[in-house]
T-cell receptor, first 116, second 116 residues
Framework: DTGVSQNPRHKITKRGQNVTFRCDPISEHNRLYWYRQTLGQGPEFLTYFQNEAQLEKSRLLSDRFSAERPKGSFSTLEIQRTEQGDSAMYLC??????????????FGQGTRLTVV | AQKITQTQPGMFVQEKEAVTLDCTYDTSDPSYGLFWYKQPSSGEMIFLIYQGSYDQQNATEGRYSLNFQKARKSANLVISASQLGDSAMYFCAMREGPGGYQKVTFGTGTKLQVIP
């Protein structure tokens, strides 16, 4: 399977614990995005990388959130001291930047986080 | 103001009939792109169709077509010959500015149910 892969698919954690999610993009894609989706809403942009550089972060990404893409391939999203409001689906997507003109992004199946 | 507005929380359509899902957008950027994604219950966001703001023709992809009315700032998705497998959430999304996918703003979605 050469699509975007996210692990784990589901995570249940106690409030105050740290969690880390992983995303493996499509191999030749240089851009990688993280989105958060809560029930009944569309995905909300969190951050994106071009290769290993984190180019933009949303204000939604509080100090408790950190994302990395150390070698420009896979990415991790860590949430420290989780809160119940962090419960959501975390979606990863990747795309191939071709300069002018958009290309679509391909999404993974997401990691559903439940904070109890 | 909402950048992407989808006014239909839910829609029903008879199998084999056509259906139009509404989307209006708000931007002052002359260069932008509009996307439609399908999200089945499995959670993955599936890219359907893309329309660039400078594209002269309405985009079509198989049974999907995008009715782009620039002056009205609308980008409705038309699905022809609906199939049971089309039952899903549908999200309209917009990229502002040139230069690739970058961050994209999503609407709140429309839940489409196809009736046999």
């Amino acid at each position: 399977d050469t699509g975007v892969s996210q692990n784990p698919r589901h995570k249940i954690t106690k409030r105050g614990q740290n969690v880390t999610f992983r995303c493996d993009p499509i191999s030749e894609h240089n851009r990688l995005y993280w989105y958060r989706q809560t029930l009944g809403q569309g995905p909300e942009f969190l951050t994106y990388f071009q290769n290993e550089a984190q180019l933009e972060k949303s204000r939604l990404l509080s100090d408790r959130f950190s994302a990395e893409r150390p070698k420009g391939s896979f990415s991790t999203l860590e949430i420290q001291r989780t809160e119940q409001g962090d419960s959501a689906m975390y979606l990863c997507a990747s795309s191939l930047s071709k300069g002018k003109g958009a290309t679509e992004a391909f999404f993974g199946q997401g990691t559903r986080l439940t904070v109890v | 103001a909402q950048k992407i507005t989808q006014t239909q929380p839910g829609m029903f359509v008879q199998e084999k009939e056509a259906v139009t899902l509404d989307c209006t957008y708000d931007t002052s950027d002359p260069s932008y792109g509009l996307f439609w994604y399908k999200q089945p219950s499995s959670g993955e966001m599936i890219f359907l169709i893309y329309q660039g703001s400078y594209d002269q023709q309405n985009a079509t992809e198989g049974r999907y077509s995008l009715n782009f009315q620039k002056a009205r700032k609308s980008a409705n998705l038309v699905i022809s010959a609906s199939q049971l497998g089309d039952s899903a959430m549908y999200f309209c999304a917009m990229r502002e500015g040139p230069g690739g996918y970058q961050k994209v703003t999503f609407g709140t979605g429309t839940k489409l149910q196809v009736i046999p």
